[in-house]
């Protein structure tokens, strides 16, 4: 595993440094939508997001993403490697 997938340096400097973990774990779409609001202006947005999808983190909100957003962000990336391995063979 690449040792960025596994550094969490990060997370002290995120916007949910001192809020209760559960917030960011929410079972509606309300939920969600607050997460993603505390997200929106985190300083270490992406590579919270980077990270969840690098450990494929299915659940709660990370990178201001929803599970089903970081499915499709991985759907999309191996479309695109697979189309990029096509175009050089
Ligand atoms: S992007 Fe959201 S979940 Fe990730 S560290 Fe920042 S506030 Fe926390």
Same mark, same amino acid.
Request: proline share 3%; glycine share 8%; hydrophobic share 40%.
């Given at each position: 595993?690449?040792?960025?997938?596994?550094?969490?340096?990060?997370?002290?400097?995120?916007?949910?440094?001192?809020?209760?973990?559960?917030?960011?774990?929410?079972?509606?779409?309300? $939920? =969600?939508?607050?997460?993603?609001?505390?997200? +929106?202006?985190?300083?270490?947005?992406?590579?919270?997001?980077?990270?969840?999808? /690098?450990?494929?983190?299915?659940? $709660? =909100?990370?990178?201001?993403?929803?599970?089903? +957003?970081?499915?499709?962000?991985?759907?999309?990336?191996?479309?695109?490697?697979? /189309?990029?391995?096509?175009?050089?063979?």
């Amino acid at each position: 595993m690449k040792a960025e997938v596994l550094d969490t340096n990060w997370m002290a400097a995120g916007n949910c440094a001192n809020k209760s973990p559960d917030f960011f774990f929410p079972s509606d779409g309300v $939920g =969600v939508e607050l997460a993603r609001q505390v997200c +929106e202006t985190c300083p270490v947005k992406m590579q919270c997001l980077e990270y969840a999808l /690098a450990n494929r983190i299915d659940h $709660g =909100v990370w990178g201001g993403t929803s599970e089903r +957003e970081r499915r499709r962000i991985l759907k999309r990336r191996g479309a695109e490697r697979r /189309a990029a391995a096509q175009a050089v063979s």
